[in-house]
């Protein structure tokens, strides 16, 4: 199995005129020893949240909806595979209060294709893709057994008097006698999936292949050449235009949002108290137009393809479109409380790639704001966008909630560098990892 | 050295600061004013409190555009005292401010440094949770601040040349009884006198170095740490060249003596006549907290568990303690300085960067606490120098907090502070009786923003545990150390050049004991505050 991450999202519109019950039903899957998604090998992050009846032309026309979101490892069959089979009741007793689900005759089958029939493609990045539930785990533990050992062996010996080469090797002799520690004697390899990830083959192998095939039709006047160099070039073509347009339109200006309460600032802030990582889930209702609407979605899915936003505080991040491609969802978890990590929005270069996403949203500055002149012109409308869509999950499951996605990583390098064959320089960097 | 340094935020404005109507405060630290004591007083009475306020502000506060004895310009006008005052919001409330005006302040000013609601039946503190203020630092133990039945309405900052002349502003200002009969002293905040020379805080080490110099209050030329004026004084261009969220009073009268406030596309809104007012210009907020410093556990740790380079323990116990704090005793920086003896004039302890002299934290390290709290062109999640340098400039304070307590030792000699703490027996702080106030700071910030500056530095660079990588550490001097709610942070770690040194179970060496955000008003402000309260009863 590849460990390759990806997000499934289900949304689904709630029919049940039983909010409360439905809350209370995702709260549950949130409390502690109920929590099945700790044992599924597959989940990475779940995310319940209600979204509320929402204004796109007319009021409330974007109906109250369930969404249930999973950052997940490997091959989505396998991953509904797994919660289907792990978490089937808790899954089970939050969608029976959606549209579709009570015709169903209550098999894992069933409910697996009810998911999938209300899944939405969205834009997903991770940013520690390829690295495996157990592996964000047993990694932690590695570098836990490592310091340790340094120490142990400062208080014997003066390290500074040692070369780096004998340090490691010394690391290396230790791990190797702890036998719960096999398998970091092997450096993880990726699959072949993972080394042609669709993104990467997009950004480098496209444009060099169209370059091969343009050579090779000038020197042989080849027409099957002719073709082939066409015919990406005109996807590339289209790329470009849709998300130029994306901007153009995205110049609408629309209200700024209402100003947020501070009583509701206040009920926001509270669900974002988590020592280390947090969630946030927001939701805004796509500035009007069909057009938008279709050109939105379609760029969603170009930009999964063609980019990865670098914020350097997420562990994973989403944005979709849902309810028939009226509203825009965003997802995000991340170290921090939300307004810190919004406010990285902020900062840098961060905001012409991201922001992106976000123009066509109501509330939000318009596409020339937001992008060309960087949100940072206005920031606190910015802000007052974002807190105005934002929602408090009612449940929320993360993978060892007291790593940050640096030390995530840098547990990985650390695990890479182990036995790994390196010159002066690179060990003593691997060994300032520490 | 430091050319890039905030260039980037600073923009021509054409205003030119109003320094008749701004607090001195705001303008100097009031350096040669040596002595200070803090009133944080409760107003029982709104109507006489008023009258009181009113006869201040005629009379005795003091605003930025005022000299003092001790100023480079001898003049027989120069003032030898300084007096300023600064309101929490319940203190706008008890003075009767209109309830629609104060709910235009921030939300973190609105509620208070220690806030706290029921929700669920739990007991929701966001601000303590963000700014660490849990265990030791519980605001349930503070000494001042988080009274709920004698809260704090307001401070009265009083500043004098010497004890004498204090004593004497004081019972001009204070101490009669029938002046000032609408209101209680709630905490009598004394300051610490410095002998002549010495400005240490308790520790021993030089403080406050590293002060961000205001756009327009400066003669020197604008140079590279020059920050946009509304990042410390509400009205003016910020660090976003815009304006920080300022309270606001709308009104028919366009008589009143207050500016108008910056237009917005919401403003559009206003009924015909009504005009939109600025409440905050030419004013800030003021972040105080008291901190109790534990300085004999403090030198007793360095003694009894430093591994770091020295001749003797007494030297490797300075060095554990400077890696710490980021600096030596002296204020030369480490990562300029390899040992505190670089003779740096006092106007250049504060030219570095990290990224080009100290990228690995092998002088600095990267947890240390100055690194942290301006991380300056090596900000952890800032892609290169320029950016980060960016990220460092948005979060700036100006700081003007003073110590109290008799030091461990009046000359502030480390060697004879070390070896006073290790015959010293440090008693845990598990109850309030053990930490009844001894010695510590004022720390007294001023920012235009309390979430983007003071909460963002305390919460994201302070109290982070993966702050640059690193693991189970917040900054070792003042965040606070493992609670239950809390991933564990007991380490602090010095980077080295083949492998880190750990040091584990490092205690905590502050203790906050009281707090509150204040706001400081402009004169005028003042003055509109004063006397349109108690208009609607």
């Known amino acids: ?434 | 050295m430091n050319t890039v340094f905030f260039k980037k935020n600073i923009k021509d404005e054409p205003t030119e600061t109003e320094k008749g109507d701004i607090q001195g405060l705001l303008a100097r630290g009031y350096k040669p004013l040596n002595a200070a004591v803090y009133l944080f007083l409760h107003i029982k009475d709104a109507p006489k409190a008023r009258a009181y306020l009113s006869w201040l502000v005629k009379h005795h506060v003091t605003t930025a555009d005022q000299r003092f004895d001790g100023d480079n310009n001898e003049s027989l006008n120069n003032k030898h005292f300084a007096v300023n005052i600064a309101f929490t919001s319940c203190g706008l409330k008890a003075i009767e401010l209109s309830p629609k005006i104060i709910s235009t302040f921030s939300r973190e000013f609105t509620e208070g440094i220690c806030y706290e609601y029921k929700k669920n039946g739990k007991t929701i503190r966001e601000r303590s949770t963000l700014l660490g203020d849990v265990s030791a630092s519980d605001p349930d133990l503070w000494h001042w601040g988080n009274s709920k039945e004698k809260p704090i309405h307001c401070v009265l900052m009083l500043f004098a040349l010497c004890n004498n002349c204090l004593a004497d502003l004081r019972k001009n200002i204070w101490d009669s009884k029938e002046l000032r009969s609408g209101l209680d002293l709630s905490y009598d905040g004394d300051t610490y006198l410095y002998k002549s020379g010495i400005e240490k805080e308790h520790f021993g080490f030089n403080d406050g170095i590293g002060q961000p110099i205001i756009k327009g209050f400066s003669k020197a030329k604008e140079s590279d740490t020059t920050v946009n004026t509304g990042e410390f004084i509400l009205g003016y261009h910020n660090a976003y060249n815009n304006h920080s969220p300022s309270p606001f009073v709308i009104t028919e009268s366009p008589n009143i003596d207050l500016p108008n406030f910056p237009v917005s596309p919401k403003d559009s809104n206003l009924q015909n006549k009504k005009i939109k007012k600025d409440l905050g210009k030419n004013g800030t907020y003021l972040v105080i907290r008291q901190m109790e410093q534990h300085v004999e556990k403090f030198w007793k740790y360095m003694y009894d568990k430093s591994r770091e380079k020295g001749n003797t323990q007494m030297e490797k116990a300075v060095s554990l303690a400077a890696k710490m704090t980021g600096r030596w005793p002296n204020g030369e920086s480490l990562t300029v300085s390899l040992d505190g003896s670089a003779d740096i004039p006092a106007d250049e302890l504060d030219s570095f960067l990290y990224t080009d002299q100290d990228s690995h934290g092998l002088r600095c390290p990267f947890g240390a606490h100055i690194r942290r709290t301006n991380p300056r062109d090596q900000v952890h999640t800032g892609r290169n120098k320029e950016e980060s340098l960016e990220m460092s400039g948005r979060h700036r304070m100006l700081r003007r907090g003073r110590i109290y307590g008799e030091p461990l030792d009046e000359d502030f000699n480390i060697e004879r502070m070390i070896c006073k703490s290790m015959r010293a027996e440090i008693k845990e702080l598990s109850d309030r009786q053990q930490t009844q106030k001894v010695r510590g700071l004022y720390f007294i910030c001023l920012v235009s923003d309390i979430q983007r500056q003071f909460e963002f530095v305390q919460n994201v660079w302070v109290n982070t545990v993966g702050f640059a990588d690193l693991c189970k550490q917040v900054d070792p001097i003042i965040g606070p150390r493992s609670e239950n709610a809390m991933s564990e942070c007991h380490e602090f770690t010095t980077q080295q050049h083949h492998v880190r040194k750990r040091y584990k179970d490092v205690p905590e060496f502050t203790t906050v004991i009281g707090g509150a955000y204040f706001f400081m008003p402009g004169i005028k402000a003042l003055k509109y505050i004063i006397n349109h309260s108690g208009c609607s009863k």
Not at chain 1, 96 to 125: I, P, R, V
Not at chain 1, 194 to 214: H, M, N
Request: proline fraction near 4%.
């Open chain 1, 1 to 434: 199995m590849h460990n390759t991450h990806a997000g499934l999202t289900v949304a689904v519109e709630i029919v049940v005129n039983d909010k409360e019950a439905l809350r209370t039903a995702l709260r549950n899957l949130s409390s502690s020893g109920n929590n099945r998604f700790s044992d599924s090998k597959t989940t990475l992050i779940a995310t319940g949240v209600i979204l509320p009846a929402q204004k796109y032309k007319t009021e409330n026309d974007l109906p109250e909806t369930l969404v249930f979101s999973t950052t997940y490892c490997g091959p989505v069959k396998e991953h509904l595979d797994d919660i289907t089979t792990n978490c089937k009741a808790e899954l089970e007793s939050i969608f029976k209060y959606c549209k579709g689900f009570n015709s169903l005759k209550g098999s894992s089958a069933d409910l697996k294709k009810f998911m999938l029939d209300n899944s939405h493609k969205s834009t997903h990045t991770s940013r520690f893709n390829y690295i495996s539930k157990e592996d964000v785990t047993r990694e932690k533990e590695l570098r836990i057994e490592i310091e340790d050992y340094l120490d142990q062996l400062q208080t014997k010996f003066n390290l500074d008097n040692m070369s780096p080469f004998d340090i490691q090797k010394l690391i290396q002799r230790h791990i190797k006698t702890r036998g719960i520690y096999n398998w970091a004697l092997k450096k993880p390899c990726k699959k072949l999936i993972e080394i042609f990830d669709s993104r990467k083959v997009l950004i480098t192998l496209l444009p060099t292949a169209l370059f091969l095939v343009f050579l090779l039709f000038k020197f042989s006047n080849c027409p099957i050449c002719l073709l082939l160099t066409v015919v990406p070039a005109v996807i590339l073509l289209v790329i470009l235009l849709t998300i130029l347009l994306l901007l153009y339109i995205g110049r609408k200006k629309t209200e700024p949002a209402d100003m947020v309460s501070k009583y509701r600032l206040r009920t926001l802030a509270a669900s974002q108290l988590h020592p280390v990582v947090n969630e946030m889930t927001a939701t805004n209702a796509l500035k009007n137009g069909k057009l938008r609407r279709h050109f939105y979605a379609v760029a969603l899915r170009i930009i999964n393809f063609i980019y990865s936003p670098q914020i350097p505080t997420v562990r994973a991040i989403r944005w979709l479109v849902i309810n028939n491609k009226k509203r825009l969802v965003f997802i995000s978890n991340y170290s921090n409380t939300t307004d810190f990590y919004v406010r990285d929005f902020l900062n840098g270069n961060t905001p012409i790639g991201v922001n992106f996403m976000f123009t066509n949203g109501k509330g939000f500055p318009d596409a020339k704001a937001l992008v060309l002149n960087g949100i940072i012109q206005k920031p606190e409308e910015y802000m007052n966008a974002v807190h105005s869509g934002q929602m408090v999950a009612d449940f929320w499951y993360i993978h060892e909630p007291d790593l940050t996605i640096d030390i995530i990583n840098k547990n990985r390098r650390i695990r890479k560098g182990l036995f790994k064959k390196m010159n002066q320089e690179e060990t003593i960097q691997w060994l300032r990892l520490f």
